[in-house]
């Protein structure tokens, strides 16, 4: 167990909806990232939220966006969705930013019909 | 940009040593991560090498080797709880260094 949450667990939505996921992080941690996970892939960066700011982003689309909280908990919001959005959707919190050891959560199965 | 190669799939016996290997390519390098994840769970920190030489943690054990792009994780003592996806993982340097960038795994099978 990491101290990493998140919800839902799972989730279905159909094409074009919008959702929001959420997760709380390990306390003392300020920075959460978030992952995609197709089915047997490893986890593709989303983004990375440093003190309530996003600090780096990996090849998504605008319709993919987040917070940060000042509680450090963070949410990812992805509206129009699609099909290909299917995934394992994982939060990972760290100590700082530059912190190499990240704490994952369990993850959101979501699916999109 | 980043890119991780390593294999698909390795199977070994219990009670045996497995060593599963990644090469990488980036723009930038910082360290090289590795990864464990069960089915249906998340994934948990092993390790992490950002010199050359072999990091020991019990019966995992990491190596790199900067001037090949290369690293691998060892199993020990292999156990068949130690079924499970491995990635290795690097962040590089620049705009980007807090990302961390995943292999597509090894999914190690430990028969009796």
């Known amino acids: 167990e990491t101290g990493v949450t998140q919800s839902p667990t799972h989730l279905i939505k159909t094409r074009g909806q919008q959702v929001t996921l959420r997760c709380s992080s ?7 990232s978030w992952y995609q996970q197709a089915l047997g892939q490893g986890p593709q960066f989303i983004f990375q939220y440093y003190r309530e700011e996003e600090n780096g982003r990996g090849n998504f689309p605008p319709r993919f966006s987040g917070l940060q909280f000042p509680n450090y908990s963070s949410e990812l919001n992805v509206n129009a969705l699609e099909l290909d ?3 394992l959707y ?12 990240q704490y994952f959560g369990p993850g ?4 999109v019909t | 940009g980043q890119s991780l190669e ?27 991560s590795w990864y464990q994840q069960h089915d249906g769970g998340a994934p948990t920190f092993l390790s992490y090498n950002a010199l050359d030489g072999l990091e020991e943690t019990g019966r995992f054990s990491s190596f790199l080797s900067r001037s090949d792009s290369y690293g691998y994780l060892l199993l020990q003592e292999l156990q068949m709880k130690d079924s499970a996806s491995y990635f290795c993982a690097v962040r590089g340097t620049g705009a980007g260094s807090y990302q961390l960038t995943f292999g597509k795994g090894t999914k190690l099978s430990v028969i009796p």
């Not at chain 1, 994982?90 to 050891?101: H, N, P």
């Not at chain 1, 959101?108 to 699916?111: I, M, P, V």
């Not at chain 2, 799939?9 to 219990?14: D, G, K, Q, R």
């Open chain 1, 108 to 111: 959101t199965r979501l699916t």
């Open chain 2, 6 to 32: 390593q294999p698909s799939e390795v199977t070994a016996v219990e009670g045996a040593i497995v060593q599963i290997n990644c090469t990488y390519q980036t723009s930038g390098f910082y360290g090289l």
């Open chain 1, 90 to 101: 994982l939060c990972a919190s760290s100590l700082d930013r530059g912190t190499y050891e």
């Open chain 1, 26 to 32: 390990q306390s003392g941690h300020n920075t959460v």
């Open chain 1, 85 to 87: 959005d299917s995934a």
